[in-house]
């Protein structure tokens, strides 16, 4: 069974990506009297780019719950067939009424994931600054020519999460308007593993479509916080103490036994995605306390300070809850 179960696997693949590339030759010659059909736009080559970190294989072979990878409520025209660049099913999408007006746009995680690429591709190929989400099962988003990368590589994403803005930055020398190149994956024999996008459970209408985003609609909060204290503060910090800031949030006070440092963090529960107040704060015996305040997403922090022998007061703020502790962990 387990043999079979194998190659039945494996025929679907090949199917898949045999008839990927073929349907969408099929598509192509659709005449199209508009003039993008003779000016296409030429977004350089584009590849196949190694990964920059590694995440465990995950098991399950289910297509992720993908979203349109804008804010909720924003319509974005879709288009497939007006770059030469294209292999099969990239849609590159625009909204504004002019060539420059959708730079600096925000762009949003389609679904969570990590990050495994946030780079600048140089001239090794077309994408410009060049995020991809690895979602587990296989599956992985690119999103290409941002003007600005928000997150980097290994970060946790949660679905909704900004993620950069839109650009037109590609290899040097290759001009382009500003546009976000959206793609789809599962595998890695490029250009066969680029799929059809979905947007909310449905398929895209290729080659051109507009789609109205239903990203974290929920108006922030009910997801799950991907970002954790250790996570913020980094390897070798260790949780050793925390405090509840009501239902928004907890402060957690971490120890890094390998340089003797401490750092704090306050990790939101609510709101999770909206920037609202946020604070983590640790002052050391003797020094100035330092903070981290201000209107954020996900969390505060990481605030680290150099405590080994010395007591510290640590604490933070979410919502309408503040944390202050006594002078303690004398210690470590
Ligand atoms: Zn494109």
Redesign the pocket.
Known sequence: MRTRGVLTAGFALLFSLTTGPVAAAWAAPTPSPSPSSSAKED?GEMGNPPDQVDVPPVSTLAAPSFQLPFPCGQTWTGNSSN?S??KSY?I?FNRGSTADADRGDTVVAAAAGTVVISAHQGSTNGYGNLVKIDHGGGWSTYY?HLTVRSVSAGAQVAQGQKIGTVGNTSKPGNNISPHL?YEVRQGTSYPGNIRKATFNGATFGYPNASVTSKNKCGGGGGSTNPHTAESVCGAGYKVIDSAALGSSGTVYLTFNAGNGNNCVATIKKASLGKATATAAYLEVEGKTRAADTGNFEYYAGPVRAAAAGKCVKWGGKAGSSTYNSPSEHCGS
């Open positions: 977004e770059s660049a294209h990239e590159d290409a190149h």
